[in-house]
């Protein structure tokens, strides 16, 4: 079946540090692959997404390439803010267009 | 434009009763989805529209949960005889066609249901 696994947290580091939430997936067939953020407070908002293996999505300085050789989909940030604390989901789409998500992961970026 | 919307966006209701959520979606999207969303937890499927119907309802953990949207806009969720085990956040999310795995799915801001 499909599945989602990424890195437990919490994760906290200092501002300026570099970011990688590691996410890895089981599909069948060709997902695509997503990033949702959950900022306090807030309801769940798509940060990234790609379609196809070799993709690569990026917005507000996150970046993830959608590798299918180690089927994996990590999440990166050269540079993070305070304002980027928030809990971070994984998933995954493939027939019918239902998201599969991993259990979320919780970033804390201290000044 | 308006986004998803839901309403209650708290519920409290004792074990046993029952309960209707309702979810609003962007107007102009005809894929509806529900999930659920414990603790902790990322969002677990429940049940997908495709306009009026339910192309995909196999996330339904039992037959005590009942969704409809019968103007293909407006769905309600319906829980019967609730439980404490149903206590959740329940998610809403629209697509514009919902035909494909590439669509994005926009969410709701969620129902906090607590059974006591």
């Known amino acids: 079946g499909n599945s989602v696994t990424q890195m437990e947290g919490p994760v906290t580091l200092s501002e300026e540090a570099f970011l990688t939430i590691n996410c890895t997936y089981t599909?069948?067939?060709?997902?695509?692959l997503f990033w949702y953020v959950q900022y306090p407070g807030e309801g769940l908002q798509l940060l990234l997404k790609?379609?196809?293996?070799?993709d690569k999505g990026s917005n507000k300085g996150f970046e993830a390439t959608y590798r299918k050789e180690t089927t994996s989909f990590h999440l990166e940030k050269g540079s993070v803010q305070v304002s980027d604390s928030a809990v971070y989901f994984c998933?995954?789409?493939?027939?019918?267009?239902?998201?599969?998500f991993g259990q979320g992961t919780e970033l804390s970026v201290k000044p | 434009g308006a986004g998803v919307s839901q309403t209650p966006s708290n519920k409290v209701t004792e074990k046993g009763k029952y309960v209707e959520l309702r979810c609003d979606p962007i107007s102009g999207h005809t894929a509806l989805y529900w999930y659920r969303q414990s603790l902790g937890q990322g969002p677990e499927f429940l049940i997908y529209f495709q306009g009026t119907g339910a192309a995909d309802d196999s996330g339904l953990p039992n037959d005590r949960f009942f969704a409809v949207r019968p103007e293909g806009s407006v769905s309600t969720l319906k829980i019967q005889r609730t439980e404490r085990g149903d206590s959740a956040v329940y998610l809403c999310?629209?697509?514009?066609?919902?035909?494909?795995?590439?669509?994005?799915?926009?969410f709701g801001p969620g129902t906090r249901l607590t059974v006591l």
């Open positions: 999310a629209s697509s514009r066609a919902g035909t494909g795995r590439t669509d994005t799915q926009y």
């Open positions: 790609a379609t196809k293996a070799d």
């Open positions: 599909a069948t067939g060709y997902p695509s």
């Open positions: 998933a995954l789409s493939n027939q019918g267009g239902k998201l599969i």
